[in-house]
Nanobody, 113 residues
Framework: QVQLEESGGGLVQAGGSLRLSCIAS????????MGWYRQAPGKQRDLVAF??????TNYVNSVKGRFTISRRNVNTVYLQMNSLKLEDTALYHC????????WGQGTQVTVSS
């Protein structure tokens, strides 16, 4: 089992920045993929970005050039979000994957005008 603890969400004005953090604990595989998904009210949960244990990253087009995903070690991942837009408002969930998906409870990001 893997547990995920997220932090760093909040309320920010458009154009501002936030940094999300996620720490995984439990039975961690050194080969894994960690990332962030988001879900806005009434919408499905969508991928924002992920990073593999060898450092390969992937971003949804809408955040390229504004968000940066990074990892400190095999169990900690960050999402630096700059130039935030109203449409980035969502509940952001951390994801850990090795042979199955694990999800965090989510941290709310609200961007105001």
């Amino acid at each position: 089992q893997v547990q995920l603890e997220e932090s760093g969400g909040g309320l920010v004005q458009a154009g501002g920045s936030l940094r999300l953090s996620c720490i995984a604990s439990g039975t961690i595989n050194i080969i894994n993929r960690m990332g962030w998904y988001r879900q806005a009210p009434g919408k499905q949960r969508d991928l924002v970005a992920f990073v593999t244990s060898d450092g390969t990253t992937n971003y949804v087009n809408s955040v390229k050039g504004r968000f940066t995903i990074s990892r400190r070690n095999v169990n900690t991942v960050y999402l630096q979000m700059n130039s935030l837009k109203l449409e980035d408002t969502a509940l952001y969930h951390c994801n850990y994957y090795d042979d199955r998906d694990y999800w965090g409870q989510g941290t709310q990001v609200t961007v105001s005008s």
